[in-house]
């Protein structure tokens, strides 16, 4: 999945993505392992109408403009923060239409401090 001035990360740096706690482990910046600096940010999200519980996970580094998606088995209990709940479906359509604007709408989230995301478990 990329966008105009966007790439996806190679094979080797999805790999060393998947090594260590996860982000719903620990939800902070993290060293991207494409450009090394401390500036890989990550949105997890429930997919909406998904047959099973699943979230959707971006993975991005604004300053090497590379990007990552995937979608996982949503941990049961696992409740989690979302700042983009606010919109009606319309809006977050138009918004996930174009992954430049929307990575550029989760930088600003994070610049803000309503991102990174906090998880907890249910009750």
């Given amino acids: 999945m990329a ?7 190679t094979g080797a740096q999805v790999a060393a993505l998947a090594r260590g706690p996860g982000f719903l482990l620990e939800p902070g910046e993290r060293d991207c392992p494409a450009c090394g600096g401390r500036s890989l940010r990550a949105y997890v ?10 979230l959707v996970s971006y993975v991005w580094c604004s300053p090497c403009r590379k990007f990552a998606g995937s979608r996982a088995k949503h941990p049961e209990g696992v409740v989690l923060s979302d700042p983009l709940a606010v919109l009606s479906p319309a809006e ?8 430049t604007g929307f990575v550029a709408h ?18």
Wanted: glycine share 10%; net charge positive.
């Fill in 3 to 9: 966008a105009a001035g966007w790439d996806g990360f």
């Fill in 45 to 54: 999200t429930p997919a909406p109408q998904a047959k099973r519980p699943t």
């Fill in 92 to 99: 977050r359509r138009a918004l996930e239409s174009s992954l």
């Fill in 106 to 123: 989760l930088d600003r989230l994070w610049d803000d401090g309503r991102l990174p995301q906090t998880f907890a478990a249910a009750g």
